[in-house]
């Protein structure tokens, strides 16, 4: 399986972004998805993780309220709308397909990787 992200950009703090992640065979029937972060001297961390049939999705604190996951599995597509950047959401973002049907928190539950797209938010 190959994923491809994109969307990623330059942006001011207080705007807006959403990135796709599309994926190169049919995988959301059956595999929760999820979105990973790392910044400039940081680990990476978790974002966003969505259900393989959308019915659930879990948030990093640090996004709550202004991150939002969806998927469309007709497009083999996962989406990450971002709202309220802040120059601390500074990181390059992955998208992964997971193990299992739900999307947990941590890589290891994680099998496949996109290969990330930056996104740069301005103060």
């Known amino acids: 399986v190959q994923l491809q992200a994109s969307g990623g950009g330059l942006v001011q703090a207080g705007g807006s972004l959403r990135l796709s992640c599309s994926a190169s065979?049919?995988?959301?029937?059956?595999?929760?998805m999820g979105w990973f972060r790392r910044g400039p001297n940081k680990e990476r961390e978790f974002v966003a993780g969505i259900a393989w049939n959308g019915s659930n999705q879990n948030y990093a604190e640090s996004v709550k309220g202004r991150f939002t996951i969806s998927r469309d599995n007709a497009k083999n597509t996962v989406y990450l709308q971002m709202t309220s950047l802040k120059p601390e959401d500074t990181a390059v973002y992955y998208c992964a397909v997971a193990r299992r049907a739900w999307a947990g928190s941590t890589a290891t539950e994680y099998q496949y990787w996109g290969q990330g797209t930056l996104v740069t938010v301005s103060s």
């Open positions: 065979r049919r995988t959301g029937s059956n595999n929760g």
